[in-house]
């Protein structure tokens, strides 16, 4: 499985961004997906993840304005970010995995810069 995220960018405290990854392979709707996120100089943390039957959770920091969503047919996960505040600013990457406790099976895509200005 290769991912590729796509939709970061620019934008003002309070703004919205819609992220998307598209996954090649055939097993996508098996998979369990997550979003993460890579400040500079911090850890690679967890944001949301969402189960083939789509249940969902989110870090604590951004319930209530993110929301993580799937599209199986077309092998997509996407991210929309609500009420953007400077602390979201990081590169914001997805990964998956068939099992729940191993959502990093495959290769790092580039990732996508979300910058928020305050």
């Known amino acids: 499985v290769q991912l590729q995220a796509s939709g970061g960018g620019l934008v003002q405290a309070g703004g919205s961004l819609r992220l998307s990854c598209v996954a090649s392979g055939n097993i996508f709707k098996f998979n369990h997906m997550g979003w993460y996120r890579q400040a500079p100089g911090k850890q690679r943390d967890l944001v949301a993840h969402?189960?083939?039957?789509?249940?969902?959770d989110y870090l604590d920091s951004v319930k209530g304005r993110f929301t993580i969503s799937r599209d199986n047919r077309n092998s997509m996960v996407y991210l929309q970010m609500n009420s953007l505040k400077p602390e979201d600013t990081a590169v914001y990457y997805c990964?998956?995995?068939?099992?729940?406790?191993?959502?990093?099976?495959?290769?790092w895509g580039q990732g996508t810069q979300v910058t928020v200005s305050s």
């Open positions: 969402i189960s083939p039957g789509r249940t969902t």
């Open positions: 990964n998956g995995g068939l099992n729940v406790n191993d959502m990093t099976q495959y290769p």
